[in-house]
Nanobody, 117 residues
Framework: QVQLEESGGGLVQAGGSLKLSCATS????????MGWYRQAPGKQRELVAR???????NYADFVQGRFTISINANKNTIYLQMNNLKPEDTAVYYC???????????WGQGTQVTVSS
């Protein structure tokens, strides 16, 4: 049974940093792509960062070098380090696990990130 649980969200001032964590169970990182998505009020959910099953990372254009996705396989945890946060980064951030070429696609419950100006 796959479970994803995000933590680490909160309120931060513009220019500050947060590190989001996604504790996983039932995930084999070598066959699942792991990603962070976000959804702001009134907007569609969008990709923030993704790491493929073979370790390739990709980021949304708006990240502009501010965020880093990483995996600690020993802890079964995915991280999103977010630096130089902007008010437009305010959203609910979701952890995602997806297995290529299958319908296996899992979401966490989300963690709120609020950046004040």
């Amino acid at each position: 049974q796959v479970q994803l649980e995000e933590s680490g969200g909160g309120l931060v001032q513009a220019g500050g940093s947060l590190k989001l964590s996604c504790a996983t169970s039932g995930i084999i990182f070598s066959i699942f792509a792991m990603g962070w998505y976000r959804q702001a009020p009134g907007k569609q959910r969008e990709l923030v960062a993704r790491i493929s099953s073979w370790g390739t990372t990709n980021y949304a254009d708006f990240v502009q070098g501010r965020f880093t996705i990483s995996i600690n396989a020993n802890k079964n945890t995915i991280y999103l380090q977010m630096n130089n946060l902007k008010p437009e980064d305010t959203a609910v951030y979701y952890c995602n696990a997806a297995r290529d070429y299958t319908s296996d696609n899992y979401w966490g419950q989300g963690t709120q990130v609020t950046v004040s100006s």
